[in-house]
């Protein structure tokens, strides 16, 4: 705010007034990266899956995603239950490896 002139600050009053919306372009900068890491993300995997493979790709066990993603420690074994047989796999090391490949894909 302190960098703005009082002309921009009175056009934003309006604008918001008139029902528009006013982001700071570095907010705007913030939102578009994270668009755009979505949007390069597997289509086949919501970010909470992409967030569990990746930390099982590095060796976490369960507790520690747990403790890192702030999760029950069975949700995020029913997590991985779940990915090993999206992906068709029978093991941890399996889907480390599966997710290790897939991004080297890209």
């Known amino acids: 705010m ?3 002139d009082s002309e921009a600050i009175v ?3 309006i604008n918001v007034h008139n029902g528009n ?5 570095m907010v705007v900068g913030k939102i578009f990266n994270e668009i755009k890491k979505e ?3 597997d289509p086949r995997f919501p970010a ?3 967030q569990i ?3 099982i790709s590095i060796g976490k066990t369960n507790k520690e995603i747990s403790l890192q993603l ?10 991985v239950s779940k990915l090993m047989k999206k992906v068709s796999v029978n093991n941890r090391t399996e ?5 290790t490949k897939e991004k080297s894909q890209k």
Do not use: G
Request: charged residues 20%.
């Open 70 to 79: 702030y999760l029950a420690e069975k949700t995020v074994r029913n997590y």
């Open 53 to 55: 493979l990746e930390l």
């Open 95 to 99: 889907l480390a490896l599966f997710w």
């Open 2 to 4: 302190k960098t703005i």
């Open 39 to 41: 949007s390069i993300a």
């Open 21 to 25: 919306h006013i982001l700071d372009p």
């Open 11 to 13: 056009s934003a009053i």
């Open 48 to 50: 909470h899956e992409v």
